[in-house]
């Protein structure tokens, strides 16, 4: 079998590269797909493994793509998720299978096309989104009804590891986003929350500790209403590092996460714009003193007509072991390769667009994930 990894030399789409030529003996090759070859190069050198192969590809030439996706058996998409629909209705016209990082509603419109294909497409297999869909599923399987899902995510890295998952901090506490207007689910209706609302202490596993995490609008929770029917709540609560989340509430109520215009020599910017731009060149904001991803899901419901919370915790090597930003990026990266894998030896059953929770067995994910040190805990 062949595999082609979109954006495999990324930040996060690096650590599945490896993990697919670590554990990946389904696939015969493993092609890295990437608009800057050369970087690609450097981590083929890097990696050692004779079934690597770079090839340069810019996934906006969509015709191109599809050509290309034509030739392998799955893919494996870790490109930034301004891409997602895109690399998925590629996959779907050429019937190839695959996974992402994250998810656009837009892309569960392509189901019905997917099935007749004959192929799956699960968006979101990440950590957050990824893991704790997984977590959940596997947490609802504990309870006669599913009530509410509680999802709670501490993502410790530096601020600005790329310019992509920079954005992506900003992008969580941006009081103008328009899914700031759908951030949690609740009785049948999606609820809004500004940034740094439903404040709530959370303890994750030691390397991270207790943190305070606040309301963020995160695929999870777009999902899990369709896929528990009868849920009355699902929430994603997250955070950064303590001087991240000390440097966003400033940045917040000052106002600079916003589109506010901005005048500056002579031209007009939109502030988080400026914002971003100043944060990416300082220094500061690429260093961190402790890289992890800590995860809690809550599956509360119940159980021979007893209330009943199911609680699932992450826990994973600590930096020292994994190599440093390692500890935080395998946590993204490995389960994306996971599923890559599942998918090419037929260990995913469903057909069409499908999100984690109803497409990944959870047992053999986790027992995936442990074979690479992520522990899955229930309590």
Not at 14 to 31: K, Q, S, W, Y
Not at 98 to 121: I, N, P, S, T, Y
Not at 241 to 265: C, I, K
Not at 318 to 340: C, D, F, H, K, M
Request: charged share 25%; net charge negative.
């Amino acid at each position: 079998m062949r595999i082609l990894a979109l954006g495999g030399a990324g930040a996060v789409a690096r650590e599945a590269t490896r993990d697919l030529c670590r554990f990946g003996n389904v696939f015969r090759e493993i092609v890295i797909a990437d608009i800057d070859p050369g970087k690609a190069e450097h981590l083929a050198r890097e990696i050692g493994d004779p079934r690597l192969r770079v090839i340069s590809l810019d996934v906006r030439d969509e015709e191109g793509l599809i050509r290309q996706i034509r030739g392998f058996d799955v893919v494996m998409n870790g490109l930034p998720f301004a891409y997602d629909v895109l690399v998925t209705r590629a996959c779907v016209e050429a019937g190839v299978s695959g996974v992402d990082l994250a998810f656009d509603e837009a892309q569960f419109e392509l189901d019905e096309a997917a099935r007749l294909k004959g192929m799956v497409f699960i968006p979101g297999v990440g950590a957050t989104p990824g893991t704790t869909n997984v977590m959940a599923a596997y947490g609802a399987r504990f309870l006669d009804e599913v009530e509410a899902i509680e999802i709670a995510f501490a993502a410790f890295r530096c601020l600005a590891p790329s310019p992509g998952l920079l954005r992506t901090t900003l992008w969580e506490f941006n009081p103008e986003e328009p899914e700031r207007g759908m951030v949690y689910y609740e009785d049948g209706a999606w609820r809004p929350a500004p940034p740094f609302s439903g404040e709530r202490r959370v303890r994750f596993h030691d390397q991270i500790g207790e943190q305070t995490v606040y309301y963020v609008p995160h695929d999870e929770a777009r999902t899990m209403p369709r896929s528990f029917p009868g849920i009355r709540r699902v929430a994603v609560r997250g955070c950064f590092p303590p001087h991240v989340m000390r440097a966003m509430h400033a940045l917040y109520e000052m106002g600079a996460l916003s589109s506010t215009p901005v005048p500056l020599d002579g031209q007009t910017y939109p502030a988080i714009d400026l914002v971003a731009r100043l944060l990416s060149a300082l220094p500061a904001s690429r260093e961190n003193p402790v890289w992890a991803y800590g995860l809690v899901v809550e599956v509360h419901g119940r159980k021979d007509g007893h209330p009943r919370t199911v609680t699932l915790r992450n826990r994973h090597p600590p930096q020292e072991t994994w190599g440093g930003e390692a500890a935080y990026y395998r946590n993204i990266g490995v389960p994306l390769s996971i599923a890559a894998q599942m998918i090419a030896q037929g260990e995913i059953a469903v057909r069409g667009v499908v999100p984690p929770e109803r497409a990944i067995p959870p047992e053999r994910f986790f027992e995936e994930l442990a074979r690479r040190g992520i522990e899955i805990l229930v309590e």
